[in-house]
């Protein structure tokens, strides 16, 4: 299992940038030729993910939370305000970290043009500021996982009482495939 998180930013359209993002980061980790799937591919996929995107020259930035599920393992790789927890029995067992200079000032994997001289800005590199971590995971564990939209107005403990039991769901009764959106430069 493979989750992807990548909220949209202001200033730019971030959609197209996003949208990058999230398709180059699936490709790469979904034919990775390492089959030990380690925590710290994670960052390196990300890292990866940035040269790609300078490569094509694509504008704009984002936070983000990576994560997969390898055996019980949630492997998690954190850039900026997006965050994830997971509740068990009721509690908040695990909580990714949130990076940020300061209250809506998050880390942000970016790339714009510079102002003063030819060439891409590059901000927040992954293999700098990111956070990896690793949890191990029991069967009726919920992952919830947002952006500072969620986070920024709500308390992991205001988040939890909303939290399905999840013995009495299936998984194609809450969970969405991903599916790549169309690469343009128009909001869905």
């Given amino acids: 299992l493979l989750f992807l998180f990548f909220p949209y930013t202001q200033n730019i359209d ?3 940038f996003a949208r990058a993002v999230m398709s180059i980061a699936d490709a790469l980790l979904e034919t990775s030729p390492n089959p030990a799937r380690t925590l710290h591919q994670l960052q390196e996929t ?3 993910v940035l040269a790609e995107i300078v490569h094509r020259r694509i504008m704009g930035g984002c936070t983000y939370n990576v994560g997969r599920i390898v055996g019980d393992q949630l492997q998690t790789n954190n850039l900026g305000d997006c965050s994830l927890i997971v ?3 009721g509690a908040v067992v695990h909580a990714t970290e949130q ?4 209250f809506n000032n998050p880390y942000q ?3 714009l043009p510079r102002k003063k001289r ?3 800005w590059v901000a927040d590199m992954p293999n700098e500021f990111s956070v990896s ?3 191990t995971l029991r069967e009726g564990d919920v992952i919830v996982q947002g952006s500072d939209g969620l986070w920024d107005n709500l308390s992991a403990d205001e988040v939890k009482p909303h939290v399905p039991d999840i013995s009495a769901l299936t998984v194609s009764s809450f969970a969405v495939p991903f599916k790549p959106a169309p690469s343009s430069n128009t909001y869905p």
């Fill in 109 to 111: 994997l970016g790339v």
């Fill in 118 to 120: 030819p060439g891409l």
């Fill in 14 to 16: 971030p959609a197209p």
């Fill in 133 to 135: 971590q690793s949890f």
């Fill in 99 to 102: 990076q940020q200079r300061e």
């Fill in 46 to 48: 990300m890292q990866l």
């Fill in 87 to 89: 509740v068990r029995d």
